[in-house]
């Protein structure tokens, strides 16, 4: 059995610089939506997100993103406003009260540009640029950090997508293009973190295909996100199995290169890393 090598990242953040590839990351999730996929509701209140919040950071999180609009399958898009009167609130509170630093999942670029002022030091775009272009400048005049999200189509018409014939060649071309637009809007590279999109407009047995390929991805030489926590594809009989297939699918992203985990599990998720961070180090040279 062979994994693949990680190579070694400093990812340039507002105010810090972070370590990629020594260990995983490990990316906590909240959701400040009333209809998320998996946990919608649970954190809308903005007393109770902020108590979450705490309690993702200690439970061993390196970093924590909020999202303020679901992009579950069949979800109806919000308005700027809307999201953020979700998102503002919640950002008050939690402004100097964690170490980690803070990430905001938005494709749009003036709930991004309240969020950087607001101490968010992290924008971690869902549609990689392709619904408003202006988030990369955004980005680059606040010298945040940059998440590309691989999506295929929009969460109205995942449905209705057909399989593609090479998942894992659409997405690399992609988050390629993806990658381009954000360095002609003067985003250093070393700002830049790719995320194939797991369960974003891909039909279910070609999430496990791009798992299994996941370390081609390692030839655009970024540093790489895998996000399959929860994710339909990876959905059994109760919550309790799908957090044991939530945790073998990352294990499997760690093996195949994946630099950061985002997850709502995090104390499995660091659990199942730090056994997959182990044999990954004890991994004979080539």
């Known amino acids: ?20 590839g020594d260990r995983t990351l490990i990316v906590g999730i909240l959701n400040v939506t009333p209809d998320s996929f998996s946990d919608g509701g649970h954190a809308f209140d903005p007393d109770r997100a902020y108590a979450r919040a705490l309690e993702i950071e200690e439970q061993g999180a390196d970093i924590i993103d909020i999202g303020a609009e679901s992009t579950r399958p069949g979800s109806v898009r919000i308005s700027e ?21 803070m990430s905001v999942d938005t494709y749009k670029a003036a709930v991004a540009e309240s969020a950087i002022e607001l101490g968010v030091e ?73 995320d194939p999109g797991f369960g974003f407009g891909k039909r279910g047995e070609q999430n496990f295909e791009l798992l299994a390929r996941l370390e081609e991805l390692s ?15 990876l959905k059994q009989k109760t919550e ?16 195949a290169g994946a630099h950061l985990v985002r997850v709502h599990d995090v104390e499995g998720a660091r659990a199942a890393a730090s056994v997959a961070d182990a044999v990954a180090r004890c991994r004979r040279p080539e």
């Open 81 to 101: 406003a809307e999201e953020k009167r979700r998102l503002i609130p919640v950002l008050k509170r939690l402004r100097g009260k964690l170490a980690i630093p």
């Open 122 to 194: 992290i924008i971690n775009d869902p549609a990689s640029l392709t619904i408003d272009a202006g988030l990369a400048k955004v980005v680059s005049n606040a010298n945040a950090g940059l998440i590309l999200n691989h999506m295929r189509g929009t969460p109205e018409t995942w449905a209705k997508l057909p399989p593609v014939p090479d998942v894992m060649g659409l997405v690399r071309h992609d988050l390629e293009a993806a990658v381009h637009r954000a360095r002609r809007a003067a985003v250093d590279n070393a700002r830049i973190v790719i």
């Open 240 to 255: 309790r199995e799908t957090e044991f297939a939530s945790a073998a699918a990352v294990t499997a992203a760690i093996l």
């Open 1 to 20: 059995m062979s994994f693949t090598a990680r190579k070694l990242f400093f990812w340039k953040l507002k105010e810090r610089e972070l370590q990629l």
């Open 219 to 233: 030839s655009l030489e970024m540093p790489i996100l895998a996000g399959p926590s929860r994710k339909h594809f």
